[in-house]
T-cell receptor, first 114, second 112 residues
Framework: GAGVSQSPSNKVTEKGKDVELRCDPI?????LYWYRQRLGQGLEFLIY????????KSGLPSDRFSAERTGESVSTLTIQRTQQEDSAVYLC????????????FGEGSRLTVL | GQNIDQPTEMTATEGAIVQINCTYQ??????LFWYQQHAGEAPTFLSY??LDGLEEKGRFSSFLSRSKGYSYLLLKELQMKDSASYLC?????WGGGNKLTFGTGTQLKVEL
C-alpha cells in the first residue's frame, strides 16, 4: 500500500486477555517503530526495528509486551495479560534508514482494556 | 538517555507569528524533527534539522543550535487549521542510530 497500515483500528478487550496489534510498513522502509500514546499525552517510545532485529527495546514497559518483525516487513506487537493501564493508542511508523529519514505514521490501533 | 522539554500549551491569533521552543539533552545527537498532530490523527512530518541554522519551508521554519541543545519551530501567517499539537523529536546515534524520542508536545490554539 501507499502508507503505513495498522490493524485493528479499534480493539476492546477484557483485563487479562492477550492482544496482538499488526503493522504493515511502507514497502522498502527498513526501520519500523512502535509508540504508545495515552489520552492527552505525548508519544512514548516502545521499540524500534532495523530490518528484523531490534537494536533498542528499552521502551517496552514490562515483560508482558513483546514485538517481532519478519521479512523486513510486517511487525506485530503483543500484549499479554492486558491491564487497564495498557489502554492507549498504539502507533506504528516506518522510515528509510538514512539519518534524515522522516517517520511515516499509521493511523494507530486504539486499545481499550475494560 | 534523552530529556526533551517543550511548553505544554500556547495560544496565538490568526494571522500572527508564533514560536514554539524545544530544548533537549542527549549524549548522541543525530538530528531533530518537528511533527504536527491534529486531535485523533497520526503525526505528520514538518521539518528536519541536523546542522545549526534555519530551515525554511513555506509558512513553517525550524531552527537548531546544537551547542545550546535548542530548537524552535516558527509558524507565520497563522491559520485556524494550524491548531494542533506540535511535537519535537530527537534522533539518537546510539542503539542503532535511528531511535527517535518525542517530547510531550505543545498544544497550539489559534484564535480569531
Amino acid at each position: 500500500g501507499a502508507g503505513v497500515s495498522q490493524s485493528p483500528s479499534n480493539k476492546v478487550t477484557e483485563k487479562g486477555k492477550d492482544v496482538e496489534l499488526r503493522c504493515d510498513p511502507i514497502s522498502g522502509h527498513t526501520a519500523l517503530y512502535w509508540y504508545r500514546q495515552r489520552l492527552g499525552q505525548g508519544l512514548e517510545f516502545l521499540i524500534y526495528f532495523q530490518g528484523n532485529s531490534a537494536p533498542d527495546k528499552s521502551g517496552l514497559p514490562s515483560d508482558r509486551f513483546s514485538a517481532e518483525r519478519t521479512g523486513e516487513s510486517v511487525s506485530t506487537l503483543t500484549i499479554q495479560r492486558t491491564q487497564q493501564e495498557d489502554s492507549a493508542v498504539y502507533l506504528c511508523a516506518s522510515s528509510l534508514s538514512s539519518p534524515g529519514g522522516e517517520l511515516f505514521f499509521g493511523e494507530g490501533s486504539r486499545l481499550t482494556v475494560l | 538517555g534523552q530529556n526533551i522539554d517543550q511548553p505544554t500549551e500556547m495560544t496565538a491569533t490568526e494571522g500572527a507569528i508564533v514560536q514554539i521552543n524545544c530544548t533537549y539533552q542527549t549524549s548522541g545527537f543525530n538530528g531533530l524533527f518537528w511533527y504536527q498532530q491534529h486531535a485523533g490523527e497520526a503525526p505528520t512530518f514538518l521539518s528536519y534539522n541536523v546542522l545549526d541554522g534555519l530551515e525554511e519551508k513555506g509558512r513553517f521554519s525550524s531552527f537548531l543550535s546544537r551547542s545550546k541543545g535548542y530548537s524552535y519551530l516558527l509558524l507565520k501567517e497563522l491559520q485556524m487549521k494550524d491548531s494542533a499539537s506540535y511535537l519535537c523529536a530527537v534522533r539518537d546515534r546510539w542503539g542503532g542510530g535511528n531511535k527517535l524520542t518525542f517530547g510531550t508536545g505543545t498544544q497550539l490554539k489559534v484564535e480569531l
